[in-house]
């Protein structure tokens, strides 16, 4: 079991950076050079529903979701959910083939210190599987914390532009993802009591609702900056608030004591990655803007 649930999130991760590299690709090209707002959101999805790319990451997506329900109907959230920082590998090789740019030694050394260090922090904690299920009470917080996290995240990401507002946009979608996932674990765990008892309970449309504001996040980070920008708080973000609300949720546990020193250098390496590939070249050289797009800034018109 524990195999499958591996190949199966391992699988998730490959699909779900190949739906990103090629939404991306399809934001870069077809940015509106006008001011953001719900208007501008809805007038670009309609533009993004013309091209074929777009609509196959948007498939790919959707295999991703399926797969990803599929591991945590067998595994627990806090091992299916960090496994999907793999992501970020996948996001490089698959980008590089899309974009034919292939990544600067820098880069990839960002990202693989990022990657390293979210494997160091979950294997020194070694989460826990926990309950199947969450109480009313245990959802109302935890989904009023992460509403609110969410929140605050959009509103910081209207006052900035470029990799930062990406950034931003990309840990709120990963708050949201998280979230969804959490629910969408609650949802598979009422199947096994019947597909009636599944739908009688407010799980499954509660996971349609908050992904679909994930979704939403998403395209808005996509189109805001570069995938070395949004990708990294994507992943690891989604990776790192599972862990939370397994704990908070499921009554999932991490391990403590002298643990906490591997864990602090996890921590520390998920850092030294996010400052490196702050300030990689690949980040100014646009490596994964098509060659359509060069030389018009991503998301809000030229500057």
């Known amino acids: 079991m524990l195999a499958l649930t591996v190949a199966l999130a391992l699988c998730s991760a490959l699909a779900n950076a190949a739906s990103s590299v090629l939404q991306r690709r399809a934001a870069a090209v077809d940015a509106p050079a ?8 809805l007038r670009g999805l309609r533009r993004l529903l013309r091209r074929p790319d777009w609509l196959a990451g948007v498939g790919l997506l959707m295999l991703s979701a399926l797969m990803q329900a599929w591991a945590l109907a067998v595994g627990s959230l806090s091992l299916v959910q960090p496994l999907l920082a793999t992501e970020l590998l996948f996001t490089l090789i698959v980008g590089g083939l899309v974009f034919r740019r292939r990544p600067d030694r820098r880069t990839w050394l960002a990202f693989a210190a990022l990657a390293a260090g979210l494997a160091v922090f979950l294997l020194s904690a070694a989460p826990r599987p926990g309950r199947d299920d969450a109480t009313s009470r245990a959802w109302l917080m935890a989904g009023g914390v992460a509403c609110c996290v969410v929140v605050l995240l959009v509103l910081a990401a209207r006052t900035v532009r ?11 979608s990963a708050v949201s993802f998280a979230t969804t996932a959490a629910l969408l674990k609650e949802t598979v765990g009422r199947l096994r009591l019947g597909p009636g008892v599944m739908f009688s309970h407010w799980s499954p449309y509660a996971t349609a609702a908050v992904g679909l504001v994930a979704f939403l996040l998403l395209q808005s980070a996509l189109g805001a900056g ?67 797009a060069d030389g018009a800034q991503i998301g809000t018109g030229r500057e």
């Open 34 to 41: 006008e001011p953001g707002g719900a208007g501008a959101l």
């Open 162 to 172: 470029g990799p930062a507002r990406a950034a931003l946009l990309g840990l709120g």
């Open 226 to 292: 570069s995938l070395a920008a949004s990708q990294p708080a994507l992943t690891l973000g989604d990776a790192l608030t599972s862990v939370a609300l397994g704990w908070a949720l499921f009554a999932e546990s991490v391990q403590l004591g002298l643990r906490i020193i591997p864990e602090i250098i996890g921590i520390a390496l998920i850092g030294a990655g996010s400052v490196g590939l702050a300030n990689a070249p690949s980040v100014l050289r646009g490596w994964d803007t098509p060659a359509e």
